[in-house]
């Protein structure tokens, strides 16, 4: 799940405390749509702020991202290639 703010702003420090409260209030409600849908064991919660730390959307944006158990063999490091052959984008390989 993909939340968005409508106002422009490059990443999570560019929201004001009401807009990063809604975005909290958000990943709750989505939260709650996935549990009563499809019953994850987890999620992964993620957000990159800021070219060094990944961000190749400019504009801010945060993943709530259902988890089941045995969908990776090894899910320890949390996103980071959750699906390896989609995991390199960037680069058109």
Aim: a negative charge; glycine letters at 10%; proline letters at 5%.
């Amino acid at each position: 799940m993909l939340i968005i703010p409508n106002r422009h702003a490059a990443d999570w420090f560019d929201l004001s405390a009401a807009e990063q409260q809604a975005i909290m209030e958000l990943i709750e409600q989505g939260k709650q749509w996935l549990e009563e849908r499809y019953q994850p064991d987890g999620y992964n919660i993620g957000m990159n702020c800021g070219a060094a730390a990944g961000q190749t959307v400019l504009h801010m944006h945060c993943h709530l991202i259902p988890r089941y158990a045995g969908d990776q063999q090894d899910p320890r490091g949390g996103v980071r290639w959750i699906i390896p052959e989609k995991a390199d984008y960037w680069s058109g390989r």
